[in-house]
Structure formats: C-alpha cells, structure tokens
C-alpha cells in the first residue's frame, strides 16, 4: 500500500536542531506548516533554493552571498526584496553561516508566520543535510508483505503464498552468514530514481517468526552482525509451486527470470520452485551470484548460446 509522506516544519526542527545547531529565531507561529511528497516533481535538494529561485512550499536557505546581497541594498529595495522572498508562502528560512538576521527579515517572518531559522553550518553543507533529511522523509514509499535480507551485500526480497517456506528458507540463510533485515512486513522507499530502500517497522525489528518456533529475537540468537537496519533493494525472489511456472524442464534456458515494478522502479525478479529436496538457501545464494554477474554485463544464457552457435557453425 503506497503511502504519502509529509513533514511538518515543527519536526524537521526537532530532528535536526541539535545536530545543525539551529536557532528558531522568529515564525514560531508557523510551526504546523508541511513539506508533502505530493509536492515533489523534482530531487529532494530542489527543495532547497537560493534567494533568485524562491518557490512555494519550500525551505529557503539564505547564505553569506545571499546576506551581502540583502545588506548591499537600499532600505527600499530591501524592503522589496524581502517582498518578494515572502510573496509566496515558503515552509521555512534558513540563514546559514551564521549570519545576523536583518530586522526586516524578522518582522516580515512574524507578520507572515514562516518559520525563521539560523545556523552556524555553512550554507553548502546545511543544504546538504537538509536535503538527504528531506529525501529521507519525503520519499514516496509503500510497504509490500515478505522477508527482506542482505545476501552477499546484496538486498534481496524474498516473496511467495503464506505457508510456501520464506520464514524457514531466512532462518537458514541466516544460518549460513547473511543478515536479516525485515520478516513479514518490509517497508520501501523510493530514495532515488532507480533506488529503492527497503527497512524493518520497528515494532518487529529483528524478529522472525518461524511456524514451529514462533518468534526469535535474531539478533540475541545470532548476534549483532546478523541484523541490519536498512539495504537497497536490488533482487526478487518468489518461491511458488512447480505447477504455477509449468514444467521446469520446458524452460530450462530461460531461468524464470522477469522484472517486478515497485513504485515506479523496475526489480529484477526470479521465480524458484518449491519442492521436496531442493536446497533452496543455495539456489537463492546462487540467484544472486547471478544477478550480480549480470550486473557485470556477464550473462551465462548468452555465454551458452553463442557456444552452442558455435559448435552449430563448425559441424556445417
């Protein structure tokens, strides 16, 4: 279930106040004002812009070039630029480097309730932290049912029926040295054009459950290295009954691989069967071996076809 993500002005304070060393300074008022993913058409750090590129709904960071700006003007052509920088209804200002903040900026922040902040960090590096926080909060995500692990550094999502074996099939991956990350519910979020990071709720963070078991602690049971808080998603891996791809044996080039698309992102996507004395931990190892080559440019399908292309041209 997709999900729209929004912050309030009063959080992003919160969350970030002590390490950007931020000053609420005026627009105290302002507070409730939201920062919505429905907003964003563009990267999280077009949020941020300078004093030429004011848009609404944004947080404006005003640095030592835009602050020389402002004390270069005449008190008139102040009072017009402060104008314009408050004509639409911004979320937030920041004043970086920590510059002093003109009267005129204050009394325009109270009249019109924005939020007024000052830090000391350098404008460079305070819109840096906003816009990875802002990336982070504003993402589009959804939440999608099965277990999430890294794999050989790799974020691998392990899908199929309730009952198929995905609980069992991660308590053995576990076992064998890979991490767990999510079981049950695993939330996602798109933190990139082509990114998508997946995480734990953290009500359930670091438990399994394993039907005949019930739940474990995995972090207790197998220590730190085997939990992980977050991990890419970069491969599928559905576990479905023999009958429901057809007869391996009709297929056997083509590896039932296939492409999954999760807001917006396409996920590689590999279909393994389930039956009786398949060591599926090692198919599922050896299906992200796989993908990695072929994220190498080293596909073994095509490796093969042009050997037995060859060997068909020499008996000619």
């Known amino acids: 279930m997709d999900a729209i993500s929004n912050v309030s002005v009063e959080t992003l304070f919160h969350d970030l106040a002590e390490q950007l060393g931020l000053q609420w300074v005026a627009g105290r008022t302002g507070g409730h004002r939201t920062l919505s993913?429905?907003?964003?058409?563009?990267?999280?750090?077009?949020?941020?812009?300078h004093l030429n590129f004011v848009h609404p709904n944004r947080v404006q960071v005003?640095?030592?070039a835009e602050m020389d700006y402002l004390r270069g003007l005449t008190e008139s052509a102040l009072q017009d630029a402060i104008d314009h920088l408050f004509s639409t209804e911004l979320a937030a200002i920041a004043v970086a480097n920590g510059e002093s903040v003109?009267?005129?900026?204050?009394?325009?922040?109270?009249?019109?309730?924005t939020p007024l902040f000052k830090s000391t960090l350098a404008s460079?590096?305070?819109m840096s932290y906003l816009g990875h926080y802002l990336t982070q909060s504003l993402a589009e995500a959804t939440s999608l049912h099965g277990v999430f692990l890294e794999v050989l550094g790799t974020g691998v999502l392990i899908k199929g029926d309730a009952g198929v074996g995905k609980?069992?099939?991660?308590?053995?991956?576990?076992?064998?040295?890979?991490?767990?990350?999510?079981?049950?519910i695993v939330e996602l979020k798109h933190v990139a054009p082509d990114t998508l990071e997946g995480s734990c709720p953290s009500l359930i963070r670091d438990f399994l459950e394993v039907r005949g078991l019930g739940i474990l602690n995995i972090r207790f049971l197998f220590g730190e290295m085997a939990v992980k808080p977050q991990k890419n998603l970069k491969l599928i891996v559905e576990l479905v009954h023999p009958q429901e791809i057809g007869e391996v044996g009709l297929n056997r080039l083509d590896m039932v691989a296939s492409t999954e698309t999760i807001l917006?992102?396409?996920?590689?996507?590999?279909?393994?069967?389930?039956a009786a004395g398949r060591n599926l931990a090692v198919l599922v190892e050896v299906a992200?071996?796989?993908?990695?080559?072929?994220?190498?440019?080293?596909?073994?399908?095509?490796?093969?076809?042009?050997?037995?292309?060859?060997?068909i041209d020499g008996s000619d």
Not at 39 to 49: D, E, K, N, V, W
Not at 167 to 184: Q, Y
Not at 264 to 274: A, Y
């Open 167 to 184: 609980s069992e099939l991660a308590l053995e991956l576990i076992t064998r040295g890979h991490r767990l990350i999510a079981d049950d």
């Open 264 to 274: 917006g992102v396409g996920i590689p996507k590999v279909r393994v069967p389930v």
């Open 288 to 311: 992200v071996r796989n993908h990695i080559l072929k994220s190498r440019g080293i596909n073994p399908l095509d490796q093969f076809i042009k050997r037995q292309q060859a060997a």
């Open 102 to 113: 003109p009267a005129v900026l204050l009394d325009a922040a109270e009249r019109t309730q």
């Open 62 to 64: 005003l640095g030592c």
């Open 124 to 126: 460079p590096i305070l």
């Open 37 to 49: 993913s429905e907003t964003i058409q563009q990267p999280a750090l077009a949020l941020i812009g």
